[in-house]
Every structure is written in C-alpha cells, then in structure tokens.
C-alpha cells in the first residue's frame, strides 16, 4: 500500500528555520517527482515546490525562492523540505504528494496527510 507520512512541522518564529519529513511506504521515493502543497487558513491550497525523478527544483510559489529547497535521502526513503527565514504568511498545513509521471500543481496521484506549521512570535 502506498502511504505518504508528513512530520517535522510545528511553531517557529519569524526567521527561524523547520524541516519537513516526507516518508514513503510502499514504493521508492527516488524514482517519483515529489512535490510539496500548502494551505493557509481560508485559503485554496498551492504548490510551493517539486522536485522531479532526476532532481530538478521547480519553483511553484515565488515567494519561497532563496528560502525553501527539498532534499532526498535514499536510504530512509524520504524527501525533505528545508524551510528557511519563514514568515508568518508561511503558515499552513504543508503536503507531500508523489507523481510517478510528472511534478504538477493539479493532479499528482499520492498525497499524505499533512502538517501543521505556524510562524509567529
């Protein structure tokens, strides 16, 4: 069974720095484009960033340009979202989601569950 597991979120202060866990079962992370979702209390959800199977960053929401970036570790079958210097208007439930054809903001097959990250001092 394919199964996505988001941790890592939780509340940091204007500035400070999280990273967010994707942790897969059921098939290899390596070999899909992984990207990464947020969605801001009453808003719709968006695409922050993806990288694809041949690790190559696209960049969804400029916002996060020079701040965010996403890293693999194979071995814990893992993707992870490297937040720097997070504003308040990062705050959100952040989602993995797994594609084995393309990195795209609508319509990737796999989605975990969510995690909380809440930017205030």
């Known amino acids: 069974q394919v199964q996505l597991v988001e941790s890592g979120g939780g509340l940091v202060q204007p500035g400070g720095s999280l990273r967010l866990s994707c942790a897969a079962s059921g098939f290899t992370l390596n070999y899909y484009n992984i990207g990464w979702f947020r969605q801001a209390p009453g808003k719709e959800r968006e695409g922050v960033l993806c990288v694809s199977n041949n690790d190559e960053l696209s960049y969804w929401a400029d916002s996060v340009k020079g701040r965010f970036t996403i890293s693999r570790d194979v071995v814990k079958n893992t993707v992870y979202l490297q937040m720097n210097s997070l504003k308040p208007e990062d705050t959100a439930v952040y989602y993995c989601?797994?594609?084995?054809?393309?990195?795209?903001?609508?319509?990737?097959?796999?989605w975990g569950q969510g995690t909380q990250v809440t930017v205030s001092s």
């Open positions: 989601a797994a594609d084995s054809f393309t990195c795209a903001e609508r319509g990737m097959d796999d």
